[in-house]
């Protein structure tokens, strides 16, 4: 099926078959699974996989979607339609007066005007005191959380990533765990969506780190603060302020929860999990990214262990993992052979890891990764 597809204001020539799509000449491999319940679709493309929030039919063929935090508004009709679409636009003239364009893509909360009203440029539309939008200083994750921290007014602060979804009760579980004891750091629960760990080989081996993280800390609460996973985390906000987000080791790339949480334990702070807190990780991501994370955290790691001796050092990268896969680990230390046999199996992850969690993908990636840890 032959369609004419408009992304905002770019025309594009698309030919639909079983599982292809011919884009301008250029074919790609697609699929796509709805969340039910959800606007949500798993959207597939040769290796890569994206999550696509879609908000609304607008018309006939035209539609407004979410990818990646930006807005998109498409329209695909077959060639027919758009022959008549065309030819109606030819003949027809401008009426009214022109269009008010948003200058970025947002959330309307609110709208303070209505049909008929004069609007002043310049002049808000969005009218709700409960939502702030606060210009962080650009300086990475811990910053923007500090920042948040400064201006809230509440007692209680909650700290949610942009990509984790709260579930229902969950502010009132985190309240509720500050109601028992002072001076904690409050965690909840935050597995990876299943649409995504179906889908994705990183999705599935980040969802697996995550879940054995969560069993520990389950285990043992007071290892939050030694431990701290970021993302759906809760402290009060005088302690907030007294134990700040950025400390001497400055804008760590990675692992800046865990230094928050080992300065938060030093101050007399203690973890505490609240299992009721639930919400659910739309965690996205690509295997060069898992594998650059994957060297600069064994890097701070290094930093957290000079500085936090009562951590102690990070474990071998290959403990744990099946013995055949630690055989091919172990590789890398034998000498004339190790170094090539690292390039080969991280190059080949760099290339195939991205795509489905077929078992020997996701093997893949993660011999890859223990590999880039014991080289860094």
């Known amino acids: 099926m032959m369609y004419v597809v408009e992304v905002n204001g770019r025309r594009l020539n698309v030919e639909i078959r079983d599982g292809e799509a011919i884009v301008d000449g250029v074919k790609y491999f697609v699929s796509m699974h709805a969340v039910a319940g959800t606007p949500v679709r798993i959207?597939?493309?040769?290796?890569?996989?994206?999550?696509?929030?879609?908000?609304?039919?607008?018309?006939?063929?035209?539609?407004?979607?979410?990818?990646?935090?930006?807005?998109y508004d498409a329209e695909a009709l077959d060639s027919r339609a758009r022959a008549i679409r065309d030819m109606q636009a030819s003949v027809a003239k401008p009426t009214g007066p022109a269009p008010l364009r948003a200058p970025m893509p947002g959330l309307i909360v609110q709208l303070r005007v209505k049909v008929g009203d004069t609007v002043v440029a310049g002049a808000g539309l969005v009218d709700d005191p409960r939502v702030v939008v606060v210009a962080g200083p650009g300086r990475g994750p811990a910053a923007a959380r500090q920042t948040g921290i400064d201006r809230a007014?509440?007692?209680?602060?909650?700290?949610?990533?942009?990509?984790?979804?709260p579930g229902p009760g969950l502010v009132a579980a985190h309240r509720d765990a500050h109601a028992v004891t002072a001076r904690l750091i409050v965690v909840g629960p935050m597995p990876v969506a299943p649409e995504l760990r179906t889908a994705s080989a990183i999705a599935h081996v980040y969802a697996n780190d995550y879940d054995a993280e969560w069993a520990g800390l389950l285990a043992d609460p007071a290892a939050v603060v030694r431990d701290l996973w970021g993302g759906n985390v809760s402290i009060r906000r005088a302690d907030g302020l007294a134990v700040p987000q950025v400390g001497a080791l400055g804008d760590l790339r990675n692992r800046e929860d865990q230094e928050w949480g080992l300065r938060a334990a030093r101050a007399g702070m203690t973890g505490a999990v609240a299992p009721r807190a639930g919400a659910v990780h739309w965690h996205e991501g690509h295997v060069a990214g898992l594998l650059d994370a994957a060297a600069d955290q064994v890097r701070t790691g290094r930093l957290l262990d000079e500085r936090y001796p009562e951590l102690g050092a990070d474990g071998d990268p290959g403990a744990g993992l099946p013995r055949p896969a630690r055989v091919v680990v172990d590789l890398t230390g034998v000498r004339v052979i190790g170094s090539l046999v690292r390039r080969v199996v991280v190059g080949l992850a760099r290339r195939a890891g991205d795509g489905p969690p077929a078992r020997w993908r996701v093997a893949l990636v993660v011999v890859a990764r223990a590999m880039v840890q014991r080289a860094t």
């Open 43 to 71: 959207v597939g493309v040769n290796d890569a996989v994206h999550r696509v929030v879609l908000r609304e039919r607008v018309a006939r063929g035209r539609y407004r979607m979410w990818l990646d935090g930006h807005r």
């Open 153 to 165: 007014r509440g007692d209680v602060v909650l700290l949610l990533d942009d990509d984790v979804v």
